[in-house]
Structure formats: C-alpha cells, structure tokens
C-alpha cells in the first residue's frame, strides 16, 4: 500500500512564475491536508479538503494561494506569482476521516520549493 | 481556533536519560492529541497518540499523559538513545484538522 505520494520533491522557481505541488492520498483516504513548514520552524495548517470539496482554508493566504482536490487525480496546492517568502517546504497529510480512529495524519515527504 | 503551546523548543540530554516534553491547548473540543518525530529532512511520522477519554499511554520507552482539566499533555522518552534525536511534535485536534506544536528539538549526547 503505496504512502502519501508528493511530486516533485524539490521545485525551483523564479519570482513571479506559479507552483504546482500535487499530492496523491494514500490508498483509501478521502481526506487531504496541506502544511507549510518554514526552516526550524513548525507545521502550519493551510487547507483542509475532501474529494471536490474545501472544508477549511483557514490557514492559507487569501491572495496567488489556491488548493483543489478534484474527484479524479491528486490534489493540487497552486501558489501564483510566488514570491521568496514563498520558499518552504510544503508538506500535504492524508486521513481516512473524520470521527474516533480516523484522524491519524499520514504524510508525504514534502516539496521543498525554492524561489529565486 | 485551536493554539498549541509546546516546551522546550530545544532540549539537551545525556544517552540514558529521560527527556519529557510539554504542551498545552486551547481548545476544549480538542480530544486527540498525536505525538509526530520528524528527522532532518525527512517527513514527520506519528509516534504515538493519546485521546481525551485515556489519561496515559505507553509503548515501549514513550509515554504520554493527558490533563484534559488543565489542557496540558506530556511525552515522555525513557532510556534515551543517539538515535532518538529529532524533532518532536505534538498536536492538538478537535476531529476536523490537526493544529502542532513549533517542535522541540531533541539532542541525545552518546
């Protein structure tokens, strides 16, 4: 049973270009999550989603930061014009659920975005 | 929303001793607290966790402990080894997302 699976594990890009970062769930978890970590720093929460749907954005900015999970395929964590605050590294986490015994994040190994 | 405290932010210890971490939450919904060890480079992994229902857990030489009163909940390494160095994490959730702890990095001098 293939782990969360993050692509690509490291991405360079120039002021103003966009970033893609996708995460494929683990087999059977309908619940993604993306967190930012910055160098010795924590896991920030950004955006909670399940299949087509957004639940909780709470945690990402309002403006170039945008997240989908779309039925088919992985979920997709877009981040327009970056900028080199944007550098960090960019973990997602899949769960089976919500509710008792669903709640275990498993994480991929992160895209460490680099802007130039 | 809910906010995780967590102390130290960096600790020190000699191979064999113990080590014990602290966090606090703010969120009275909160009731699943997991425990993640992240090594450098690599993604951060679920050690052990806890729910608001138990007051302790254990596996092996990592316990926690849960004060859902004071919202405060514990790790504890006992018999630590090299290769416990880290850093670890705890985190607070109420069902619907998972709120950590800035980490505490952990070094085991051999």
């Given amino acids: ?116 | 929303g809910e906010n995780v405290e967590q102390h130290p932010s960096t600790l020190s210890v000699q191979e064999g001793d113990s080590a014990v971490i602290k966090c606090t939450y703010s969120d009275s919904a909160s009731n699943y607290f997991p425990w993640y060890k992240q090594e450098l480079g690599k993604r951060p992994q679920l050690i052990i966790d806890i729910r608001s229902n138990v007051g302790e857990k254990k596996d092996q030489r990592i316990a926690v402990t849960l004060n859902k009163t004071a919202k405060h909940f514990s790790l504890h390494i006992t018999e630590t080894q090299p290769e416990d160095s880290a850093v670890y994490f705890c985190a607070a959730s109420p069902g619907f997302k998972t709120i950590f702890g800035a980490g505490t990095r952990l070094f085991v001098k051999a």
């Fill in chain 1, 1 to 116: 049973n293939a782990g969360v699976m993050q692509n690509p594990r490291h991405l360079v890009r120039r002021r103003g270009q966009e970033a893609r970062l996708r995460c494929s769930p683990m087999k059977g978890h309908s619940h993604v999550y993306w967190y930012r970590q910055l160098p010795e720093e924590g896991l920030k929460f950004m955006v909670y989603l399940q299949k087509e749907n957004i639940i909780d954005e709470s945690g990402m900015p309002k403006e170039r930061f945008s997240a989908e999970f779309p039925k088919e395929g992985p979920s997709i964590l877009r981040i327009q014009q970056v900028v080199r605050g944007d550098s960090a590294a960019y973990f997602c986490a899949s769960s089976p659920g919500q509710g008792q015994g669903n709640e275990k994040l498993f994480f991929g190994s992160g895209t460490q975005l680099s802007v130039l």
